[in-house]
């Protein structure tokens, strides 16, 4: 791929390789020249992780990695599994509370027993970085400022990197998570990406008739392989979201191999949207330093 945008990678069937730890580098690079731009101001992204989940330990330390990267600085709570619910709401009211933190991120899932929802209401939008809490989600509702959920927002950093036309299309988000797919149909209804989108989910009836009548495809359903070759009308971009760990090993919703044959984009998994989240949590930390210190 050049810097240019012009010559992309492609897989062995001709299809765009839609490139994220490519972007993510780039926007890292680009994020941490605007901070030495600014005199570099101290942005501190808050982590805190309960318990000791392997593979989140391995995503909340990549986060820190990544936002030293970007000239940010990265501050880690963690706690034990037995922690209390008082225990880890007092440790994200301190971190809300301290006005050297911009953004804050809870990692989830939280361990049995304890709830989240009232640990995420706890985060004021401004410092919302995830984009998870129900009034930042309001917020993208009513097309008010604040932070957008990291991994559709990636997607729609992908889409544009890679010249993934939106304007008229048509669109179908198969998942209806609040962690990406209700937030991926409004980023991509908006004014200025226009595009007409389907939410699909498991209970569609025939969705291989409705993800052949789109241009776009987004599979967030977090079951393997489910998007085939038959699901993919020829030349339609092909973002796969899912996360599903089998014996074999860590697989996305999209039959790759398969796909890559049909579509004109298409995501790898692993390499896709999992690096974009990270690239897109570090810009909405840089915005949320600038939300508590307009320029």
Do not use: W
């Not at 301190?94 to 209401?121: F, S």
């Amino acid at each position: 791929m050049t810097s240019n945008g012009t010559d992309f990678e492609r897989t062995p069937g001709g299809a765009v390789l839609m490139n994220g730890n490519k972007l993510r580098d780039e926007l890292i690079a680009n994020l941490r020249q605007k901070v030495e731009a600014d005199g570099n101001p101290e942005i501190c992204l808050a982590t805190v992780l309960v318990g000791d989940d392997k593979p989140s330990q391995l995503y909340v330390k990549s986060k820190g990695k990544k936002a030293v990267e970007a000239g940010l600085q990265s501050r880690h709570v963690g706690l034990a599994a037995t922690s209390t619910q008082a225990e880890v709401e007092a440790a994200v009211a301190e971190l809300v509370a301290d006005p050297t933190v911009h953004g804050i991120l809870v990692q989830l899932p939280l361990p049995d027993g304890l709830d989240p929802e009232p640990v995420l209401d706890m985060i004021p939008p401004a410092k919302d970085v995830d984009g998870l809490t129900e009034r930042s989600m309001g917020r993208l509702v009513r097309g008010k400022p604040g932070h957008v959920p990291c991994t559709p927002l990636g997607v729609m950093r992908l889409l544009d990197r890679y010249g993934v036309e939106t304007t008229g299309k048509r669109a179908v988000v198969v998942g209806r998570s609040t962690l990406v797919g209700l937030p991926q149909v409004l980023l991509l209804g908006r004014k200025g990406v226009d595009t007409t989108v389907t939410l699909a989910h498991s209970r569609t009836t025939d969705l291989v008739a409705v993800c052949q009548e789109a241009d776009i495809i987004i599979a967030a359903a977090g079951s393997a392989k489910m998007i085939t070759a038959n699901h993919v009308k020829p030349g339609a971009a092909v973002i796969d979201v899912g996360v599903s760990r089998t014996e074999a090993g860590i697989v996305g919703d999209v039959d790759f191999e398969t796909v890559q044959a049909i579509a004109g984009h298409i995501t790898p998994m692993p390499g896709g949207t999992g690096p974009m989240t990270i690239a897109c949590l570090m810009e909405n930390t840089y915005a949320a330093y600038y939300m508590a210190n307009p320029r």
